[in-house]
């Protein structure tokens, strides 16, 4: 599990392997990862878009970019949480990903909030 607050805006990851998804034998790790994101600020928070770097354990890199998450812009009133699960596929059993999300407040000014790094790990890779 990952967590990281900026500015009040705290944002938790847990990541699964998905075993059934996966076809190690041909280089696919898939991986599942629930985010929750809560508004502990004093101030209603925007989700506008998302930055992830992907990074696999030979360090290739790959960056994700792009409005909102899973098709919404979440609006945060302060106390609310947005959650959503996402999918990530990687040619590695082991790998990381962070990033952060452009946040907009109510007097138009904006912010990235931190996603902390969090591991994507196969069980058979740890044996």
């Not at 929750?36 to 770097?53: A, F, K, M």
């Amino acid at each position: 599990m990952s967590v990281a607050v900026t500015n009040g805006l705290r944002v938790e990851v847990v990541s699964q392997f998905i075993p059934e998804r996966s076809r190690p034998a041909e280089s696919v790790y898939f991986y599942a990862y629930a985010v929750t994101i809560t508004n502990d600020g004093s101030e209603p928070v925007q989700l506008l878009d998302r930055h992830w770097i992907i990074r696999d354990a030979f360090n290739h890199v790959e960056e994700v970019q792009g409005p909102g998450v899973v098709g919404h812009q979440p609006r945060l009133m302060p106390g609310q949480s947005f959650q959503y699960t996402s999918f990530c596929p990687l040619s590695t059993a082991l790998g990381f990903m962070e990033g952060s999300y452009t946040m907009l407040r109510e007097d138009g000014s904006r912010f990235k909030a931190r996603i902390a790094r969090f591991q994507l790990v196969a069980p058979q890779s740890l044996n």
